[in-house]
């Protein structure tokens, strides 16, 4: 295996663990961008000496200082975290938190790279934009989202047609089972807590409201063309059935295994190939699994988020943003849990529907979205 390995959003917990992988693998890291000018960052620089360093923000004083403790030349801006997705013949992960993750997706396309994506924005908010890039330059996306990956290997030697329906499952969070009243008052600590996955802050927010549920719903809808007709969430507490297809004569395959970012990371890195894991061993002697149905009624994001992807143009994008902002405000505590539903839903009746049909489009929806969400969390939610 020959591949070069470029991280974007390096420090996180996806880039933290396919630096993991990539190392276990003899792989190469040969560009390294995250959004602070951190000393994590630094750490990982020291680590792979020959490796691009990049910081997309930073003061001019906390670049100066940054690039005197890495002791080799840093490159700064957003631009520079793009041009690190344009690395000839690298595998791109994309672990950028954030619509700001577009263009890097785009670029790598467009430099016929293989990215593998971790950021949900990309496809949520700019698909058809993406998809374009994609069908025009011959670069290969490819999921690491445990349930996209899933599905992908599920996929994989089927014939579209045979294809009956999707079936993403849900662990439900840390509320499952609670009512709505009963959620009014939570904590970000309580929301925080994922029983079975360790994420990022977004993320983990958005599975408690289920509203990461949705995103990966329009994910799905763009990476395999499948209607969301055909796409079905189900509640699977313990997250070892990761997701599963359903063929018309009504067999279903899916994809189990422990809940460790690692195995979707690496199939990212070495498909259609395998490789032996990190990973610990997973047996399913002395497991019980369950499934429900999602209750709407209590977490109705995930409905939203339907909605949103089946009126496509703009509104996934508006979803995102409305989102993204809601849940900074949330962990803020500038509006309850119960807010981040209202005010994605307002947001998405405030901002007017428009076709996306370059990344300029997808900035611009991402914008105004952002500024009327803003507006209501400023205020009284």
């Not at 961008?33 to 960052?41: F, I, N």
């Not at 009126?311 to 996934?316: A, D, I, V």
Request: hydrophobic share 45%; glycine share 10%.
């Amino acid at each position: 295996m020959t591949r070069s390995v470029v991280v974007l959003g390096a420090t996180g917990s996806i880039g933290s663990q396919t630096i993991e992988v990539a190392v276990s693998l003899g792989l190469e890291i040969v560009a390294l961008a995250a959004r602070t000018p951190s000393p994590k960052l630094a750490a990982l620089a020291d680590a792979h000496q020959s490796a691009r360093v990049i910081a997309a923000g930073g003061s001019s004083d906390e670049r100066a200082d940054f690039e005197r403790m890495v002791g080799r030349p840093v490159e700064f801006g957003m631009e520079a975290v793009t041009d690190a997705a344009r690395t000839s013949g690298a595998v791109v992960v994309n672990g950028i938190v954030g619509a700001a993750g577009l263009r890097a997706t785009i670029a790598g396309l467009e430099a016929g790279n293989r990215v593998a994506l971790a950021n949900k924005e990309s496809l949520v908010a700019g698909g058809p934009v993406v998809k374009r890039a994609l069908h025009e330059h011959g670069g290969e996306l490819v999921p690491v989202d445990s349930e996209h990956s899933a599905l992908l290997q599920c996929l994989a030697g089927e014939d579209p047609e045979s294809v009956a329906r999707l079936v993403l499952t849900a662990s439900g969070g840390p509320f499952r089972g609670r009512s709505r009243d009963s959620l009014a008052e939570v904590t970000p600590e309580e929301a925080l807590a994922h029983p079975t996955w360790e994420m990022g802050r977004r993320i983990t927010i958005d599975s408690a409201t289920l509203f990461n549920k949705g995103l990966e719903v329009i994910e799905a809808h763009h990476l395999f063309d499948v209607d969301y007709e055909r796409i079905a969430v189900v509640i699977h507490p313990q997250s070892i059935l990761h997701s599963a297809v359903v063929f018309v004569d009504g067999s279903w395959k899916g994809h189990f295994g422990r809940p460790d970012m690692r195995i979707p990371i690496q199939y990212a890195l070495t498909a259609p190939g395998r490789a032996p894991s990190p990973a610990q061993p997973f047996d399913l002697a002395g497991l019980s699994l369950s499934f429900e149905t999602p209750d709407i009624a209590v977490f109705p994001a995930l409905e939203i988020a339907y909605q949103a992807g089946r009126e496509g143009g703009s509104s996934p994008a508006v979803l995102n943003a409305a989102d993204e902002i809601a849940v900074e405000a949330f962990l803020q505590r500038r509006v309850g849990f119960l807010g981040i539903t209202d005010v994605v839903s307002t947001t998405l009746e405030m901002v007017d529907w428009r076709p996306l049909d370059t990344v300029d489009d997808v900035v611009a929806a991402d914008g105004e979205a952002r500024a009327a969400a803003s507006s209501l969390v400023a205020g009284p939610c």
